[in-house]
């Protein structure tokens, strides 16, 4: 029943996050080049998330857990190396920008920065991790 | 770790994913653990010997680290 409320509810924000995506790209008008890159991150996420939803929808129809002591280890570790991620693309991504491109990077920007790295670094750990099954 | 799961599961004629379903974990860890990709809690390592019949020791060929 735990294994149930965890898909429905990553099932939840998936969907979210695709109507709000969805709103975002019908309501843009014409989407510049610098908005493609942002965009194309969130739909990696999304198509990640749903893969892990779909594997643990798998498992919960073959009678096996969704999730097993092995699996929240590497969440764990996932889960620490995207909150890493994210500390350092707020302090480096202005920093670099400034650095590189004589930008000022504005406040709304470095968060999505930050949003996009920490979860991007997730996706990719978790996923590397539990193919590696380490 | 060297494990002896393959072999005592194959003696019992079980197949990964009824070796998992016994122990309540998924397949992949069954596979890994088998690898000896992974090193389990000590619960799961019980779990795992109990399902085959056999005790931790039996089960997980601990080599010394000669290097450490």
Known sequence: MKDIKGILLGLGIVAAVIVTLSFYVLNAGNIELDEIFPIGIVLILIGS????????????????PAQ????????YKAC???????IWSAVGAPLLSGILFDY???GHYV?????LCGGLTFMVSYLYLAWKGK | ??????????????????????VGVRRETILFLEKGKYNPSLKLAYDVAKALKTTIDELFIFEDDQNG
């Open chain 1, 49 to 64: 998330a749903m893969y892990i939803l779909w594997d643990r929808i798998k498992n919960v129809k073959k009678g096996l």
């Open chain 1, 68 to 75: 097993d002591e092995r699996l929240k280890l590497t969440n």
């Open chain 1, 80 to 86: 620490s190396y995207g909150f890493i991620a994210s």
């Open chain 1, 104 to 106: 000022e990077m504005p």
């Open chain 1, 111 to 115: 968060t999505a920065v930050v949003v």
């Open chain 2, 1 to 22: 770790m060297k494990t002896r799961i393959k072999e005592l599961r194959a003696r019992y004629d079980l197949t990964q994913e009824d070796l998992a379903k016994r």
